[in-house]
């Protein structure tokens, strides 16, 4: 597997840790992206879930691939739309149809009728 395809696929692999040694692996963090694994149980009573412990504590033995240590990320979610206003009332957006001003309550409203929810959390 070439790293290109590693990267693809999320796998990593450290190498040359000097054995007996205690360590904490953990990746670093980017930008619009949180933690939701590795977690500890308090961190589960939540939804979306966000890892108060994302790192993995171990002390490495000579000639031992260690597996399993896994990373689990989300960000937030965009819902983009256009309001319009249904002339005939018969429940499609047609050419009968025009945009409309009023949009949610809860968006963003252009005088064209798009109106954009930013960082929904999943």
């Not at 070439?2 to 999320?10: E, R």
């Not at 054995?19 to 589960?44: H, I, M």
């Not at 108060?52 to 691939?65: D, I, L, P, Q, R």
Request: charged letters at 20%; hydrophobic letters at 35%; one cysteine or more.
């Amino acid at each position: 597997m070439t790293s290109s395809d590693a990267a693809t696929l999320g796998q990593y692999t450290i190498t040359s840790i000097k054995p007996g040694v205690a360590y904490k692996v953990r990746e670093e963090a980017q930008a619009g992206w949180t933690c939701s694994f590795p977690n500890v149980a308090a961190d589960l009573a939540v939804k979306p879930v966000v890892s108060t412990a994302c790192w993995y504590e171990e002390t490495f033995t000579s000639g031992v691939t260690e597996r399993n240590n896994d990373f689990g990320n989300w960000t937030t979610a965009s819902k983009t739309g256009m309001k319009f206003e249904d002339l005939d009332a018969d429940g499609v957006k047609d050419a009968v149809s025009r945009a409309s001003a009023v949009g949610p309550s809860s968006s963003t409203t252009t005088t064209t009728a798009y109106w954009t929810s930013v960082s929904l959390r999943p």
